[in-house]
């Protein structure tokens, strides 16, 4: 009876399964560091490929025009980590900004105007809270809704144009900077900062990790679920509204127009970030990087001067590989 | 001893009349029973029985769509899994409610977290979460698994003993077991059975679900059966047997 026992234990294929291991291995450390590594392969692809990519005066752009997309990725991580998604987060960003239009021109100051276009990015959040936590509506198709709602409100208050605004605030924000970190860039990271503070170190964050997790076994613990789905779209839309500050401050208008460019990339930046859609485990600096990556990535393109065409292109290759590469991570 | 005057004051908790449905599902149909101070209450019944849902309803996750439950011959009615748990009723429910992506000393104190820092500063203590359940742990697994690990990774045991350790640790009043033994080895059962046993030495009231009659036999003084909705016979355990109690669960003896 050992006899056989003891030639099967033998009998294990050495070629074949150790090299396989190997590769696992490095295949799923591939997929928890995906933002990190691509951020850095794609620095030194472009830094080699353009000698202007890592001029300070392009890093500062870079950082600049990464900020958006940062608040906004930090906002979508904290729905996906409840197994939720917010398709409304650029619409309602766009929406902040026309609430902060309306208002500058109503001739309030700059921070009434800011706190209007927080608050009215806010509804959006509210609405989607509503109808995902009470309503139990599918968020995709809550937010799909809303996008399409907050889309329309914009277009409908500012009969389709553009408010253009010059502000001295608006200016200092765009312009001023802490050597060659620029407000926004800044205030996306405080975004971070506190972000991944909430996530990891609070009571809240802890259920919201556990309501993406399993519901039930949190509900069955004390969490009040509905609360804290409530409360991550009301987050999003607030950090939409406070996106769109710099998004006017960018542009030197308040736009109604339609931007879906930014909802994909926060969802892509959060893919690349390692956060699974399924929902249940939370990152930040994940998202942020992946943010960083989006943007480094469509700025090196225009510098080598790849036609705008093919930028979409690029994001979603990276994407999808980013998303192949999720498969490979540790349980 | 069993004049209904005594009886009454040794109630610690008596769930009168409980009904509940699902859609057109009759899980419960007016299920009462009652638990004694100080004793291990079994709960017994085929599947589908019932049992899980009477749990459920004890433990605040389902309310009853009529029926009271009386605690300390008070009635209460649960709203959320936190008031019973504030009423001094922990539960290991049967599908052991843990957050898979979470770790363990995370599952340990979801819904009732350790903090600290003043006013809206409150941040988690994670230092002392992670040693508290690492103590309560360690009284009650034989292979503990390391408190910072995510459930995901445990064994289906494991899994177990973090769920009774949880339940046990909190110096309540009321224990409630739905199939705690399910999953484990030989080791542990007896761990979980010395821990039952404990909880009664501290004059904790416990009930326990099991589908193991001898284990039913051994540990409890009471013993409720049910079926189909209704608790339909009691027995003090030491005056029945696994024969008749598989006739009071099959339906083959009335009560
Ligand atoms: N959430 C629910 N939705 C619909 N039906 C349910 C739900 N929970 C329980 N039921 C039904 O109620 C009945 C009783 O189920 P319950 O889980 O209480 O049985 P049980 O006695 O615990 O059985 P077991 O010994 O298998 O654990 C079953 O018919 C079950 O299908
Ligand atoms: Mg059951």
């Known amino acids: 009876m050992n006899l056989p026992l003891q030639t099967t234990n033998i009998a294990v294929p050495e070629k074949g399964i150790r090299p396989l291991l190997r590769e696992a291995k490095s295949l799923s450390f591939w997929a928890e560091n995906a933002a990190p590594i691509g951020l850095i392969a794609l620095v030194i692809v472009f830094a080699i490929l353009s000698p202007t990519f890592l001029s300070i005066g392009n890093i500062r752009a870079m950082l600049v025009a990464a900020a958006i997309l940062v608040i906004l990725a930090v906002a979508q991580s904290f729905v996906i980590t409840t197994g939720g998604i917010d398709l409304s987060i650029s619409a309602t960003m766009t929406l902040g900004a026309v609430g902060f239009g309306i208002a500058w021109q109503a001739g309030f100051g700059f921070w009434i105007s800011a706190i209007i276009a927080i608050l009215s990015a806010g509804v959006i959040g509210l609405i989607n809270g509503l109808l995902i936590a009470k309503g139990k509506v599918t968020d995709f198709i809550a937010t799909l809704g809303t996008l399409s709602v907050a889309t329309g409100l914009a277009l409908i208050v500012t009969s389709g144009k553009p408010v253009s605004i010059t502000s001295p605030d608006l200016l200092r924000l765009t312009t001023g900077s802490v050597w060659i970190v620029g407000y926004p860039f800044i205030i996306a990271l405080l975004v971070g900062v506190v972000g991944w503070f909430v996530m990891f170190r609070t009571r809240f964050g802890l259920h919201v990790q556990a309501v993406g997790g399993s519901e039930e076994a949190a509900v069955a613990n004390g969490v009040n679920a509905s609360r804290v789905r409530m409360a991550v779209y009301l987050i999003a839309a607030l950090l939409a509204g406070l996106a769109s500050l710099l998004l006017v401050a960018r542009i030197g208008a308040a736009e109604p127009a339609i931007n879906t460019s930014y909802l994909l990339n926060s969802i892509a930046a959060v893919v690349l970030g390692g956060v699974s859609l399924t929902g249940g485990r939370a990152k930040i600096v994940g998202p942020i990087l992946g943010a960083l990556l989006l943007t480094a990535l469509t700025n090196g393109l225009t510098l080598l001067g790849v036609s705008q065409f093919y930028q979409p292109l690029a994001v979603g290759l990276v994407v999808v590989l980013a998303a192949l590469l999720t498969r490979f991570q540790k349980k | ?255």
């Open chain 2, 1 to 255: 001893m069993n004049t209904t005057a005594s009886v009454d004051t040794d109630v610690i908790l008596s769930a009168q009349n409980i009904t509940k449905s699902f859609g057109g599902v009759h899980a419960l149909r007016g299920a009462s029973i009652t638990m004694r101070r100080g004793e291990v209450t079994a709960l017994i019944g085929d599947n589908g029985a019932g049992k899980s849902t009477l749990v459920r309803c004890l433990s605040g996750i389902h309310r009853p769509d009529s029926g009271t439950i009386t605690l300390d011959g008070k009635v209460v009615e649960f709203g959320t899994p936190l008031a019973a748990r504030e009423h001094g009723i922990e539960t290991v429910q049967q599908n052991l409610a843990l957050v898979e992506e979470l770790t363990v000393w995370q599952n340990f104190f979801i819904g009732r977290e350790k903090t600290k820092g003043f006013g809206p500063f409150q941040m988690l203590d994670r230092k002392a979460m992670r040693s508290t359940a690492e103590s309560l742990l360690s009284d009650l697994a034989v292979n503990v698994p390391p408190v910072t690990s995510r459930v995901r990774r445990l064994s289906g045991g494991q899994r177990q003993a973090v769920a009774i350790a949880r339940a046990a640790g909190w110096g309540s009043s009321i224990v409630i077991m739905d199939e705690p033994t399910a999953a484990l080895g030989v080791q542990e059962t007896a761990r979980v059975e010395s821990i039952i046993r404990k909880l009664q030495d501290q004059g904790v009231a416990v009930l326990l679900i099991s589908h193991n009659f001898d284990q039913v036999l051994r540990l409890s003084d009471h013993v409720w059966v049910m079926r189909g909705g209704l608790a339909v016979a009691e027995r003090r355990s030491s005056e029945t047997s696994g024969d008749e109690l598989v006739a009071l669960i099959t339906g083959a003896k009335a009560a």
